[in-house]
């Protein structure tokens, strides 16, 4: 799955993150495509409040992709 989030600032970012994963069963892993940069730190700390796994992240200039796995 993938959640494509471009410049979105990180409060709604976070939001609808939250909501996406709810979804999701755990152990699942989604992408999270982010052009705003504050996400660098907010998507970290918000998976280790939520006990999910950050994977893996993978910048591209201002572009970072997030690979989480749901806990």
Same mark, same amino acid.
């Given at each position: %799955?993938?959640?494509?989030?471009?410049?979105? =600032?990180?409060? *709604?970012?976070?939001?609808?993150?939250?909501?996406? %994963?709810?979804? %999701?069963?755990?152990? *699942?892993?989604? *992408?999270?495509?982010?052009? !705003?940069?504050? &996400?660098? *730190? !907010?998507?970290? &700390?918000?998976?280790?409040?939520?006990?999910?796994?950050?994977?893996?992240? !993978? !910048?591209?200039?201002?572009?970072?992709?997030?690979?989480?796995?749901? =806990?």
């Amino acid at each position: %799955m993938t959640y494509d989030a471009g410049p979105t =600032g990180c409060g *709604e970012l976070i939001m609808k993150l939250f909501i996406t %994963m709810k979804k %999701m069963n755990s152990g *699942e892993i989604i *992408e999270v495509i982010s052009y !705003d940069l504050g &996400a660098r *730190e !907010d998507i970290p &700390a918000w998976c280790r409040l939520q006990k999910h796994h950050l994977l893996q992240r !993978d !910048d591209n200039g201002k572009i970072s992709h997030y690979f989480i796995k749901k =806990g």
